[in-house]
Antibody, heavy 125, light 107 residues
């Protein structure tokens, strides 16, 4: 059974960098995409971006200037860095596994099958 | 960005009830729609992928349908373990976006 576990500091000061790790157990980093998602208190889910096992990335334009995602195949981990944080970055942060585009019989889809349980990060001085 | 409008935001139901939740996309997303169940403090669980395909291990009382840009999740007979929040995800056009969620509560 694949298990994803997010980890990192629960408290980050404004203007500093938020750093999170998603550790994958029971499965491999390849050949998947790894998404980061967040949910501010009382608000909806927001996609942050993904990193492919090869290291290529794609980010939400709303966060692109502040986000870096990466993979460490040797540790079976995916990482997220978000710099210059403000209180608006307070949220539960999730990672999720993504199979990428899959097509059969002329129809395509993209399945995200496993998520972590999330980690709450509070931005406060 | 593709907007996903999910309704209702909450509903009250009893065990055995039929429950229907809808997500409407602001433009065509083909079959790039997944449904999830989320309980507090737990990882979201995939129920339906590709709009109507049941994920392995998910009870058959869950089903998904698509009509154009409208997607429906149906629970045919609500069970005690089904009280949770449900949300949809579109992964057709980045940035991927989510429905706002539907909280299914005990009536």
């Amino acid at each position: 059974q694949v298990h994803l576990q997010e980890s990192g500091p629960g408290l980050v000061k404004p203007s500093e960098t938020l750093s999170l790790t998603c550790t994958v157990s029971g499965g491999s980093i390849s050949p998947y995409y790894w998404n980061w998602i967040r949910q501010p208190p009382g608000k909806g889910l927001e996609w942050i971006g993904f990193v492919y096992y090869s290291g290529s990335t794609k980010y939400n334009p709303s966060l692109e200037s502040r986000v870096t995602a990466s993979v460490d195949m040797s540790k079976n981990q995916v990482s997220l860095r978000l710099n210059s944080v403000t209180a608006a970055d307070t949220a539960i942060y999730y990672c999720a596994r993504d199979w990428g585009d899959s097509c059969r019989g002329g129809t395509c889809h993209r399945m995200w099958d496993y998520w972590g349980q999330g980690v709450l990060v509070t931005v406060s001085s | 960005d593709i907007q996903m409008t999910q309704s209702p935001s909450s509903l009250s139901a009893s065990v055995g009830d039929r429950v229907t939740i809808i997500c409407r996309a602001s433009e065509s997303i083909a079959n790039y729609l997944n449904w999830y169940q989320h309980k507090p403090g737990q990882a979201p669980q995939l129920l339906i992928y590709a709009a109507s395909s049941l994920q392995s291990g998910v009870p058959s009382r869950f089903s998904g349908t698509r009509s154009g840009t409208e997607f429906t999740l149906t629970i045919s007979s609500l069970q005690p373990e089904d009280f949770a929040t449900y949300f949809c995800l579109q992964s057709y056009g980045p940035p991927w976006t989510f429905g706002q969620g539907t909280k299914v509560e005990v009536k």
